[in-house]
């Protein structure tokens, strides 16, 4: 059995992974088809989550920072924070950063002089942003880093919520609130589902399951349940 992650293998290494029962895990990367069960995060709802945290804390016009525009589990989160958002009366500006990033898509160096522009963009919006989602939290550190260089402190002028809660968005400051995509439980969910599969003879005859995990905000040390 394979537990499997990342981008779709080319054809020739993928009719040989099809023989086995497998599992993936996150979100479909691209929309080339693949095979076997998935676990992966609920992506809408931490689009949702995302903008209702925004409203309940009197943000009235908002900010998506788009990252990868053809990976499926970004656009379903950006999606939903934009229709949460306006269906709470915010108006969003999606701001692309979809240049900046490096050409590979498994690499994470980033243009920060095309960043620069972007954060420019985000500053130059109108009517005023006050509040910015960004998808995935490697790249909070760029966001602190050129809003400051325009002159805007994180978590006075502009609210930054990030993703993933990733480890290293602790040694930011202040510190951002996250929503944390629970990896853990992602990985262990993934495990026993491929166990029911190799404990089931026709499992790779069966319906192909998909489990989605939810997600939870993180605001400082205190975990909010949705």
């Given at each position: 059995g394979?537990?499997?992650?990342?981008?779709?293998?080319?054809?020739?290494?993928?009719?040989?992974?099809?023989?086995?029962?497998?599992?993936?895990m996150?979100?479909?990367?691209?929309?080339?088809g693949?095979?076997?069960?998935?676990?992966?995060?609920?992506?809408?709802?931490?689009?949702?989550i995302?903008?209702?945290?925004f409203?309940?804390?009197?943000h009235?016009?908002?900010?998506?920072?788009?990252?990868e525009?053809?990976?499926?589990?970004?656009?379903q989160?950006?999606?939903?924070?934009?229709?949460?958002?306006?269906?709470?009366?915010?108006?969003?500006?999606?701001?692309?950063?979809?240049?900046?990033?490096?050409?590979?898509?498994?690499?994470?160096?980033?243009?920060?002089?095309?960043f620069?522009?972007?954060?420019?963009?985000?500053?130059?919006?109108?009517?005023?942003?006050?509040?910015?989602?960004v998808?995935?939290?490697?790249?909070?550190?760029?966001?602190?880093?050129?809003?400051r260089r325009?002159?805007?402190?994180?978590?006075?002028?502009?609210?930054?919520?990030?993703?993933?809660?990733?480890?290293?968005?602790?040694?930011?400051?202040?510190?951002?609130a996250?929503?944390?995509?629970?990896?853990?439980l992602i990985?262990?969910?993934?495990?026993?589902?491929?166990?029911?599969r190799?404990?089931?003879?026709?499992?790779?005859?069966m319906?192909r399951?998909?489990?989605?995990?939810?997600?939870?905000?993180?605001?400082?040390?205190?975990?909010?349940?949705?």
């Open positions: 394979l537990i499997l992650h990342g981008y779709p293998p080319n054809d020739t290494v993928a009719d040989h992974l099809r023989d086995f029962p497998a599992v993936w996150m979100s479909r990367r691209t929309a080339k693949d095979w076997g069960d998935r676990v992966a995060p609920d992506n809408e709802a931490i689009g949702r995302a903008a209702e945290h409203l309940g804390s009197g009235e016009h908002l900010a998506y920072l788009r990252i525009d053809s990976h499926r589990g970004f656009q989160r950006e999606q939903e924070f934009v229709v949460a958002a306006e269906e709470g009366g915010a108006t969003v500006e999606v701001v692309d950063a979809t240049h900046a990033a490096a050409p590979e898509p498994h690499q994470t160096q980033v243009d920060r002089a095309a620069d522009v972007v954060v420019r963009d985000l500053v130059n919006a109108r009517p005023k942003v006050t509040a910015l989602f998808p995935r939290g490697r790249w909070t550190f760029m966001v602190y880093e050129a809003l325009v002159g805007l402190e994180p978590g006075r002028d502009v609210h930054v919520l990030a993703c993933d809660n990733d480890p290293i968005l602790g040694g930011l400051n202040p510190a951002p996250t929503i944390d995509i629970q990896p853990e990985g262990a969910e993934a495990v026993r589902q491929l166990l029911r190799l404990e089931e003879p026709d499992s790779r005859s319906t399951s998909s489990l989605l995990v939810q997600p939870r905000l993180v605001v400082g040390a205190e975990t909010v349940s949705h």
